[in-house]
C-alpha cells in the first residue's frame, strides 16, 4: 500500500479489471463520508495472491481497497471478513497496521467480498534497488533490518485471546496442519510433478519439533510486506491473509527463506532488498529475534526448510493462477515462477537434509 511500487491502471472511472466501479464508489459515499466522487482506481504490485488497489478520489484523498484474486480462489487464505477481523483486533495494540475504513461482504457492489483501509504512504523495500534508493545510508539498513526482527517479536508477544483472536484458529499441531493443508494446496494447483515436494513433506512430518505457546502467526512474514516511514521505522505491516494461531518459529523459518545470504544465490524473484550492504545477515537478524522474544530458536532449520517448501507451494499456486488468466494478463517471463518453484523445493530438501 505503500506508495513506492504501483501498477499503474487506464485511470479511467470504469474502474481497473476486478473493480465495478458504480458499486464500490456507492459504498464508499456511504462508508467514507469524505469522499469526493468519482473514483479512481489503481493495481498495487508486489502481493501475488489476494489483490490491492489504490483508490483516488477526485479531490486527492487515498485509500487501500483489498479483495480476492480474479477466478478460482483456494481456502481461507482469500476471505475478506477474516482478514479484516484481525486486522481490526490489532488496530489498539502496538503492532503497526492501516486504519480501517470497512468490511464489504456484499457481493452485488463489485463481484466479491472487499475491505478498504486508510493508505499509509511509505517506501516498500520489494527489491535491491528500492532500498538503496529509499535509504542510502548502510547504517539506516541495519536499524530497518534489526526494526524487522523487533516487530515479529512483538506480533507473536499478542495475547490472542485479549484482542479477541483466540478462536482465530486451532492451537495446537501448527506444524502438522501446516503440512497437510499445502500438501492439499500442491495436489490442488501443481502443473506438474515435482519429487522434491512430496519428499520434503514426508521428512518434515516425521520430525516436527514440539511446539510451545500458540502466538499469533502472520503467515507471510518478510520486509516486503512491510510500509516504512521515510525515516525507517515501520508504518504499517500488511497482508495479513494466512494470519492464524501456531508455532511462532514458523514466521522465522519464512522470513529467513526470504531472507538470502549475500553470495549464495538468491533463492527468490529478482534482488531481494536484503541484498543491499548494512542489512543484517541471517544470524543478526534471527539473533536479534531470539533476543526481543525470548525464544529458543535452535530448530530454526526445520523451520527454515518449511518455509522454502511452503513458498514453493505458494509460488506454484501463484503461477497456476497467472497462466489461467486469474491476474489479468499473463505478463512475459511467467516461466520464471516455475523455475522459482523447483528451486525452492530444491532449497528445502537441502536444508531439511543438514538439520
Not at 475478506?80 to 486504519?99: F, I, Q
Not at 526494526?147 to 508477544?157: F, K, M, P, Q, Y
Not at 515462477?337 to 528451486?343: D, I, K, S, T, W
Request: with cysteine.
Amino acid at each position: 500500500m505503500g506508495d513506492e511500487a504501483t501498477a499503474p491502471a487506464d485511470g479511467s472511472t470504469a474502474g481497473d479489471e476486478g473493480i465495478e466501479c458504480a458499486g464500490v464508489e456507492a459504498w464508499f459515499t456511504e462508508h467514507a463520508p469524505e469522499v469526493t466522487l468519482p473514483l479512481r482506481f489503481e493495481r498495487i504490485a508486489g502481493g501475488l495472491s489476494n489483490l490491492t488497489y489504490r483508490v483516488t478520489d477526485a479531490a486527492g484523498g487515498r485509500w487501500a481497497l483489498r479483495r480476492p484474486p480474479l477466478g478460482k480462489t483456494l481456502g481461507s487464505a482469500h476471505d475478506m471478513a477474516r482478514e479484516h477481523r484481525v486486522l481490526s483486533a490489532l488496530v489498539p495494540t502496538e503492532v503497526p497496521v492501516p486504519p480501517l475504513v470497512g468490511l464489504c461482504e456484499d457481493e452485488r457492489v463489485t463481484g466479491t467480498p472487499f475491505y478498504v483501509m486508510e493508505f499509509v504512504e511509505g517506501p516498500i523495500l520489494r527489491g535491491l534497488a528500492e532500498a538503496e534508493i529509499s535509504f542510502p545510508r548502510e547504517e539506516d539498513r541495519r536499524q530497518i533490518g534489526m526494526r524487522v526482527a523487533d516487530t515479529l517479536a512483538g506480533i507473536h508477544a499478542v495475547d490472542p485471546v485479549a484482542v479477541g483472536l483466540g478462536e482465530l484458529g486451532r492451537k495446537q499441531d501448527y506444524v502438522a496442519r501446516q503440512l497437510r493443508r499445502w500438501h492439499g494446496q500442491w495436489e490442488k494447483s501443481k502443473t506438474r510433478e515435482l519429487g522434491a515436494i512430496d519428499r520434503v513433506h514426508e521428512r518434515l512430518s516425521a520430525r516436527i519439533p514440539e511446539q510451545g505457546p500458540a502466538t499469533l502467526v502472520h503467515g507471510d512474514y518478510r520486509l516486503d510486506n512491510m510500509i516504512l516511514t521515510p525515516s525507517g521505522e515501520v508504518a504499517a505491516v500488511v497482508d495479513w491473509e494466512l494470519c492464524t494461531l501456531g508455532d511462532p518459529l514458523a514466521d522465522v523459518g519464512t522470513l529467513m527463506a526470504y531472507w538470502p545470504e549475500r553470495g549464495e544465490g538468491a533463492i527468490a524473484l529478482g534482488a531481494p532488498a536484503n541484498l543491499a550492504p548494512g542489512f543484517p545477515t541471517r544470524d543478526e537478524l534471527t539473533a536479534r529475534y531470539a533476543e526481543a522474544s525470548g525464544r529458543d530458536i535452535s530448530e530454526l532449520d526445520f523451520f527454515l526448510a518449511l518455509g522454502y517448501w511452503k513458498l514453493a507451494i505458494i509460488l506454484e499456486g501463484v503461477y497456476a493462477r497467472y497462466a489461467a488468466g486469474a491476474y489479468g494478463e499473463v505478463p512475459a517471463g511467467i516461466q520464471a515462477f516455475a523455475q522459482m518453484v523447483e528451486r525452492l523445493a530444491e532449497a528445502a530438501e537441502d536444508t531439511e537434509g543438514s538439520g
